[in-house]
């Protein structure tokens, strides 16, 4: 049973830091590559950042470029998210992703809140 759990989430002012965590099970990890995903208040879910089966490759959405960071480790089976210099505009609900078998699966979502 593939499971995706993610944690880390809460608030932060704006030029804040936050280090998400999603930690993968019941498939093989260092085989897969893993995503995150993000959906904001009344906006369509987007592409945030992915990062390869090995990490070596790793890409962003244009928005989050230069202030997140995307990593995995394979032997904790985890991917994580470092958001730096957080903005108003990175408040939603943050999801963890992998498609081992052809098929999607998601984690349960966990809220990032940027405000002063």
């Known amino acids: 049973q593939v499971q995706l759990v993610e944690s880390g989430g809460g608030s932060a002012q704006p030029g804040g830091s936050l280090r998400l965590s999603c930690a993968a099970s019941?498939?093989?990890?260092?085989?897969?590559?893993m995503s995150w995903y993000r959906q904001g208040p009344g906006k369509k879910r987007e592409l945030v950042a992915s990062?390869?089966?090995?990490?070596?490759?790793?890409n962003y959405a244009d928005p989050v470029k230069g202030r997140f960071t995307i990593s995995r480790d394979n032997g904790k089976k985890t991917v994580y998210l470092q958001m730096n210099s957080l903005k108003p505009e990175d408040t939603a609900v943050y999801y963890c992703?992998?498609?081992?078998?052809?098929?999607?699966?998601w984690g349960q979502g966990t809220q990032i809140t940027v405000s002063s």
């Open positions: 019941g498939f093989s990890f260092s085989s897969n590559a």
């Open positions: 990062i390869s089966s090995t990490g070596g490759s790793t």
């Open positions: 992703q992998a498609a081992p078998y052809g098929l999607d699966y």
